[in-house]
């Protein structure tokens, strides 16, 4: 099935930034909806932040607004995940998803396609 990859994780600093990139091989995808999950150790998977297929709306968690910032490049068939400070909190593995059309919709419901995930670790 079309795997996405997730990319750009390590370590960092409390209050440190880092930048995550989700890309999907080929032409294939270029303009559906994405969005970014994060699951830290024993805690559920949590939203964190969706853009449409056009970039047009973007959604974010409130944990992350104001923070984090979602964009893509339809033309590299690539979502980044800009993180600027970051705290421990924010140490999780995070996921790439995908949708089935450009409308996000929904932040919980269609994801229908998902990324290996890629940790981030804060230190505090």
């Known amino acids: 099935q079309v795997q996405l990859v997730e990319s750009g994780g390590g370590l960092v600093q409390a209050g440190g930034s880092l930048r995550l990139s989700c890309a999907v091989p080929g032409r294939t995808f270029s303009t559906n909806a994405k969005g970014w999950f994060r699951q830290a150790p024993g805690k559920e998977r949590e939203f964190v932040a969706a853009i449409s297929g056009s970039g047009d709306f973007t959604l974010y968690a409130n944990s992350v607004k104001g923070r984090f910032t979602i964009s893509r490049d339809n033309a590299k068939n690539t979502v980044y995940l800009q993180m600027n400070s970051l705290t421990h909190e924010d140490t999780a593995v995070y996921f790439c998803?995908?949708?089935?059309?450009?409308?996000?919709?929904?932040?919980?419901?269609?994801?229908?396609?998902w990324g290996q995930g890629t940790q981030v670790t804060v230190s505090s």
């Open positions: 998803a995908a949708k089935s059309s450009s409308v996000v919709a929904s932040r919980n419901l269609g994801w229908d396609y």
